[in-house]
């Protein structure tokens, strides 16, 4: 069992930041953040596998976003720049763990707004 606690969401104006945080207990394989709005399929919005090497993006997050990860401390970031109201969502973190298996964390809600 892997218990993941995610932080960072927020309100922020559009052209803002944040950095979203997303802490396993114990190590994991690959990480991925998702989202999900409203009336909306949930999207894969960023990856990186084990040791980093490999970062994939959404198409519409690409220059805006940078996924990364701290293995010391089993933690994904999703560092958000230039943030759009299309953006606006529920984000989840995702990760795999070496059995395997994929777990979920409880969501963090993110709101570009003026």
């Known amino acids: 069992q892997v218990q993941l606690v995610e932080s960072g969401g927020g309100v922020v104006q559009p052209g803002g930041s944040l950095r979203l945080s997303c802490t396993a207990s114990?190590?994991?394989?690959?990480m991925s953040w998702y989202r999900q709005a409203p009336g909306k399929e949930r999207e894969l919005v960023a990856l990186?596998?084990?040791?980093?090497?490999?970062?994939n993006y959404a198409d519409s997050v690409k220059g805006r976003f940078t996924i990364s990860r701290d293995n010391a401390k089993d933690t994904v970031y999703l560092q958000m720049n230039s943030l759009k109201p299309e953006d606006t969502a529920n984000y989840y973190c995702?990760?795999?763990?070496?059995?395997?298996?994929?777990?979920w964390g409880q969501g963090t809600q993110v709101t570009v707004s003026s």
């Open positions: 995702k990760v795999q763990s070496p059995m395997g298996i994929d777990y």
């Open positions: 114990r190590p994991v394989f690959t």
């Open positions: 990186i596998t084990t040791s980093g090497a490999t970062r």
